[in-house]
């Protein structure tokens, strides 16, 4: 494919120039050449900075900020220092396949609708173990808070995308920025909003392009994380309107109880976002379900449940694949 447009790399790092060295390397080694490098440094640290000073590649650059700024405004950053049409995000700690930007690229060609955002497969690794997300492509005519928000199936989530999958038109970041001081939560609720906006589509390459290196997996309970759930609890019930009201609800009683669980709140705490789940309505029976199985069912229980329901599927397209023996 002709490279026509500049992609920017957005890389935010703070205190671990190893690992940033090795996130510059696989966005610098990306088949798709036409790209820029830019390097947020979150706060002073001169370890990165000598590390990335060594690097001789002239379509890295990077910035660094004099004091700390959190991850999503340090995005912002990058996003405002960039000169490219279009911004790909990678986490320091992320990697990605050396075709990832140019089958995005090419995929972008592809669409008459170029206010777009683009994701992609991408594999989680954690303590040895790997799964791929998400599960599932989006459905023709799927709204993005339906599809992250709602489980199809036996599973007790919406799906998932990580934030160094993505690659967004650099007009899109601007006019919706990451929400500064969200600790958690902050590509998911940058997702629900810019789909709102303007006509804004997303689509899913059903190819794996990243990775993503996880101290946990992703849909089951963190049991060492103590995740800051009011903040991002919060900032959802102020853009409750973006939802739909049932992809709100199964927002709130799966992806917030799920937290508050792993905080062991109290008992009251959890009530009250049974109420807040049925604020906008009677939810449906799958999402109370859904929600009482979340609070009931203790989380190591559920992750066994879980990979035995994995185990039972892997069988089941193995034993589809298989031919039949007379």
């Known amino acids: 494919m002709a490279e026509n447009h500049l ?3 957005v890389i935010p790092t703070r205190n671990r120039p190893l690992l940033v060295l090795r996130a510059v390397g696989t966005a610098l080694n990306q088949t798709y050449s036409t790209l820029e490098v830019v390097v947020v440094i979150d706060g002073p640290d001169d370890d990165t900075v000598e ?5 001789t590649d002239p379509r890295l650059r990077f910035v660094a900020l004099s ?3 959190g991850g999503s405004e340090a995005r912002n950053v990058g996003v405002r220092e960039s000169r490219g049409d279009w911004i790909a995000f990678l986490d320091d700690d992320d990697e990605w396949l050396p075709e990832k930007i140019a089958k995005q690229m090419a995929a972008i060609d592809s669409l008459t609708n170029k206010h777009t955002f683009l994701s992609c497969k991408f594999i989680e690794r954690s303590h040895g173990q790997t799964r791929t997300y ?3 492509l989006p459905r023709p005519g799927e709204t993005i808070d339906g599809y992250m928000c709602c489980p199809r199936g036996f599973r007790a989530h919406g799906e998932y995308l990580q934030t ?4 967004v038109p650099r007009s ?3 006019d919706v920025p990451f929400v500064r001081g969200l600790k958690r939560g902050q590509e998911f609720v940058w997702l629900i909003e810019a789909g ?3 006509g804004a589509a997303f689509h899913v390459l059903p190819e794996t392009l990243s990775f993503f290196n996880a101290a946990g997996f992703t849909d089951e309970m963190r049991v060492s994380s103590k995740p800051n759930w009011r903040s991002l609890y919060s900032c959802l019930k102020g853009r409750q309107h973006l939802f739909d009201p049932e992809s709100y609800r199964y927002c709130i009683a799966t992806r917030i109880l799920t937290d508050a669980i792993t905080c062991d709140e109290p008992f009251m705490v959890k ?3 049974l109420q807040e789940c049925m604020s906008t309505g009677v939810p449906s029976a799958k999402c109370l379900l859904t929600f009482l199985y979340i609070w009931i069912i203790p989380p190591l229980t559920r992750l066994r449940l879980g990979e035995m329901l994995r185990s039972l599927q892997r069988l089941g397209a193995a034993g589809k694949r298989s031919p039949i023996e007379a």
């Open 7 to 9: 992609v920017t790399v």
């Open 51 to 55: 590390a990335l000073r060594g690097v």
């Open 67 to 69: 004091e700390n700024v």
């Open 134 to 136: 998400p599960v599932r």
């Open 164 to 167: 160094s999958t993505l690659i």
């Open 172 to 174: 899109l970041m601007m």
């Open 196 to 198: 709102t906006r303007g």
């Open 271 to 273: 009530l009250r976002l």
